[in-house]
């Protein structure tokens, strides 16, 4: 069974600050997908990035990078020079590849990012 | 123009009544989805139609029937509404090709009274 932890529950930073968010994963597929959503105070959901198993080169976009570990079943993210607009719960997430039709995503819990001016 | 919209953004109703929450796709996606994201913030999936048929059915109760009347809209019904059926619903749809993104609705804000 498919499953995603993300052992921080809150992290608070000052702006500017480098902060990295953690998650594990477990999974028995060889082919996988790995994806990091942001859900600002407002409520929506924000798709941030996307990786699959194969492909274990770390991604940088602006202040965002991501490292993926296959070895420590790991996808953190980071974010450098942190700002109040990060502020938000960030869910990391799993699928597997197993059906033809659909994804069946199965979500961490969630780190609450709060960014102080 | 919005990529996946949800009607109502609020939906505040007394217990046993039915209600309808609408989604609807302008992104081409063949696959559309149900989430519930519950007062902690857990993302449950709940339903997944693929072309008008459905292919994920996670264990919720028959009360939530979805429907689709075509596959750029996912209705959801629910009937003889519960307390605990408050939450978040969110609506999202994605491409057919594994390990495709999903791009979320706004959601919805169900309270039941």
């Known amino acids: 069974a498919q499953k995603v932890t993300q052992a921080q529950t809150e992290i608070s930073v000052v702006e500017k600050e480098d902060v990295t968010l953690d998650c594990v994963y477990e999974?028995?597929?060889?082919?996988?997908?790995l994806f990091w959503y942001k859900q600002p105070p407002s409520g929506e959901l924000v798709f941030l990035i996307r990786?699959?198993?194969?492909?274990?080169q770390n991604e940088i976009s602006g202040r965002y990078s991501w490292n993926f570990q296959k070895s420590t079943s790991s996808f953190n993210f980071t974010i450098t020079a942190s700002q109040v607009v990060d502020s938000a719960v960030y869910f990391c997430?799993?699928?597997?590849?197993?059906?033809?039709?659909?994804?069946?995503?199965?979500f961490g819990p969630g780190t609450r990012l709060s960014v102080l001016p | 123009d919005t990529a996946v919209s949800q009607t109502p953004k609020y939906l505040v109703t007394q217990m046993g009544n039915d209600k309808s929450i609408k989604c609807e796709q302008n992104?081409?996606?063949?696959?559309m989805y149900w989430y519930k994201q519950d007062s902690k913030k857990f993302l449950k999936i709940m339903f997944s139609?693929?072309?008008?048929?459905?292919?994920i059915n996670e264990t919720v109760p028959n009360r939530f029937s979805p429907k689709s009347p075509d596959k750029a809209h996912l209705n959801l019904h629910i009937n003889s509404l519960e307390l605990g059926d408050s939450a978040v619903y969110f609506c999202?749809?994605?491409?057919?090709?594994?390990?495709?993104?999903?791009?979320f609705g706004p959601g919805t804000r169900l309270l039941v009274l």
């Open positions: 990786r699959n198993s194969f492909d274990e």
């Open positions: 999202a749809s994605g491409g057919q090709g594994k390990g495709s993104a999903q791009y």
């Open positions: 992104l081409g996606h063949d696959t």
């Open positions: 999974t028995r597929d060889t082919t996988y997908y």
């Open positions: 997430a799993l699928s597997e590849a197993g059906g033809n039709y659909g994804q069946n995503f199965v």
């Open positions: 139609y693929n072309n008008k048929e459905l292919i």
